[in-house]
């Protein structure tokens, strides 16, 4: 491997760069590993060839109807003449159908396959912000029913990536100690969207319930909040009413915020200046929005970990305030201002934001961490009204705060 060279300076045709630790893979090597990254072991996705020629006896396999393809009887149109969608996926695929159907022998034995190539060659990656502001939006209301404890979102995709990216809801509830795995997917076509989910019990790997809501982009409120309480009813549990709750943000913001949460989350320097450009359009479409706000305190408080620069925590306290001051239920902006506070050496208000973080968002991963390094900051600060799973959350994060 040449000394100094980018990744991108890599021809594709020789090496691949794994998704999960970006080690730069030669392709030969990849291929003899059956597609496991040989640094972390992240599983790449095989494609139906691929998966054929690991499972039948070398040479076995014998193709049927090798040139059938797709037709357009209906002359369907979205964005674009369904022919053309057809002709894309052929081009990118290498292959004139999504389903590769022969006989071949395993083991001797004769067998007839049909084997479908799971990648999703139709999906718009521009509407990738829906599934990810719908499963945060899914997700913040379930954690405010009591008695229900969840996983925050960026956790269970970094356990996800780390089993490979192709894990089942089964997997992904084992590695996080879940009882259920709530999981879902979207479809949108022009305005209209659909939304399906599907909640798993882990235990036995039973689908407890499913559901599919049909509406349009514009109603994506109101669909996540019935979700959401579908959900819960499952578990006889209710979602709480919130009698103050702020009306709902203008869909140019929601989707400017989605797109942000999306880049921030990958926690590198360059994306956050790319979130902070985004947050700042939401807010540019509705100035009370407040979790774009709550985004813009959380960048302020990340880019002061490179630049060091107290403007920057100026800056995160005061658009934390902001947020605070458009909903008071919402309990990033007590994280960053919590963390903002502690910065500037004022450890117990710090400590407080901390517990209020916690009070409002129990799945928030920064809140008891920060209130661990608020405790280990000061041996003064106390920590009354934080509950047991509160406290055990924090301490093992900062063992020193137990003295």
Not at 66 to 80: E, N, R, V
Not at 243 to 271: C, I, M, N, V, W
Not at 334 to 357: I, P, S
Not at 390 to 395: C, M
């Amino acid at each position: 491997m040449p000394f100094g060279r980018k990744p991108n300076e890599f021809p594709s045709h020789l090496w691949t760069q794994c998704p999960n630790c970006n080690e730069m893979l030669f392709n030969k090597q990849l291929a003899r590993n059956l597609n496991v990254c040989t640094k972390c072991e992240h599983h790449f996705r095989l494609g139906a060839r691929e998966r054929i020629e690991l499972l039948v006896d070398k040479g076995s396999f014998h193709e049927h109807d090798a040139t059938l393809t797709s037709g357009d009887p209906l002359g369907f149109t979205d964005s674009k003449p369904y022919p053309e969608r057809i002709a894309a996926a052929q081009v990118k695929s290498g292959e004139k159908d999504a389903v590769i159907t022969g006989e071949a022998t395993i083991g001797d034995n004769p067998v007839t396959l049909a084997v479908m190539d799971f990648e999703n060659l139709s999906r718009n990656p521009d509407d990738d912000w829906i599934g990810s502001g719908v499963a945060e939006g899914v997700a913040a209301e379930l954690a405010r029913v009591p008695g229900l404890s969840v996983v925050a979102r960026a956790k269970a995709v970094k356990v996800l990536k780390g089993l490979g990216g192709g894990a089942d809801a089964l997997e992904l509830g084992h590695a996080l100690g879940c009882r259920w795995v709530l999981s879902g997917s979207y479809q949108r076509m022009g305005p209209a969207l659909r939304m399906t989910s599907r909640l798993t019990e882990v235990s036995t790997g039973r689908a407890v319930a499913t559901e599919k809501l049909d509406g349009k982009l514009e109603e994506i409120f109101s669909m996540q909040d019935r979700l959401a309480s579908s959900t819960a009813a499952v578990l006889n549990l209710t979602v709480p009413e919130i009698t103050d709750a702020p009306a709902p943000p203008s869909l140019d913001a929601y989707e400017s915020h989605a797109r942000g949460r999306r880049l921030f989350h990958q926690l590198a320097k360059g994306t956050f200046e790319q979130a902070r450009e985004l947050f700042e359009q939401a807010i540019a479409s509705d100035p009370a929005h407040a979790p774009s706000l709550a985004g813009l305190s959380a960048i302020h408080a990340m880019r002061f970990t490179f630049t060091t620069d107290k403007a920057d925590l100026e800056a995160s306290a005061r658009y934390a305030e902001r947020s605070i001051a458009a909903d008071g239920n919402l309990g990033e902006p007590h994280v960053w201002l919590g963390y903002a506070l502690w910065r500037q050496w004022k450890v117990e208000d710090a400590f407080r934001e901390e517990r209020r973080a916690m009070e409002l968002d129990p799945a928030n991963p920064f809140a008891p961490y920060f209130a661990g390094w608020c405790r280990m900051s000061n041996s003064h600060v106390s920590a009354p009204g934080l509950t047991p799973s509160q406290r055990t959350t924090t301490l093992p994060l900062c063992p020193a705060a137990t003295t």
